[in-house]
């Protein structure tokens, strides 16, 4: 098996097996907001969270944010953040992401458990999941991920720029 291969197959893993015992648990009344490409939450998160705590304080809130790391470090991090974020997908009511959050693609849903996307961009001028395969691929998921993870099919609601392209996503 490649390497590669391997090591996202470790990813995957973590992340389910973590999920997998955390459904043990019933949902919690909670609202995660979850960023895997940045050591901090700022943009439209960082509004939601800031909106969460002004009009409901009652309502918990968990920021899961990972700064993505190279090297042998850089993928146990991935591995513990994966087994973080698949416990807080099987025990929250809320989940919200911003971006590509892997440990998401990897996991079906729970009942009770409601995903919004809220992107990073503005949204009309946005490649992301399968369009990347088209054309030339200079940024975005890679070939052998695809292949294997169904990537940003998890959510309930996408935020978008406009009414206009709402059908795109």
């Known amino acids: 098996v490649n390497k590669s291969i391997l090591l996202l197959r470790l990813r995957i893993l973590s992340?389910?097996?973590a999920f997998a015992v955390a459904r043990l648990i019933p949902v919690r009344r909670r609202v995660v907001l979850g960023v895997a490409q940045s050591g901090r939450i700022s943009g439209n998160l960082a509004a939601i969270r800031d909106a969460l705590a002004a009009e409901h304080p009652e309502i918990p809130v968990v920021e899961l944010v990972r700064r993505p790391q190279g090297g042998r470090r850089g993928k146990v991090g991935q591995w513990?953040?994966?087994?973080?974020?698949?416990?807080?997908?099987?025990?929250?009511?809320?989940f919200v992401v911003e971006d590509?959050?892997?440990?998401?693609?990897?996991?079906?849903r729970r009942p009770g458990t409601y995903v919004v996307q809220v992107w990073h961009a503005a949204g009309a001028f946005k490649q992301f999941g399968y369009s990347l395969r088209k054309g030339e691929k200079t940024f975005g998921a890679k070939?052998?991920?695809?292949?294997?993870v169904r990537?940003?099919?998890?959510?309930?609601?996408?935020?978008?720029?406009?009414?206009?392209?709402?059908?795109?996503?």
């Open 143 to 148: 070939t052998t991920l695809l292949d294997r």
């Open 100 to 108: 590509y959050f892997f440990p998401l693609f990897v996991i079906k």
């Open 15 to 17: 992340t389910q097996v």
């Open 151 to 169: 990537i940003h099919t998890n959510y309930d609601l996408a935020l978008v720029s406009s009414m206009r392209f709402a059908p795109y996503y």
């Open 80 to 94: 513990l953040f994966g087994a973080k974020a698949g416990w807080y997908l099987a025990t929250s009511a809320v």
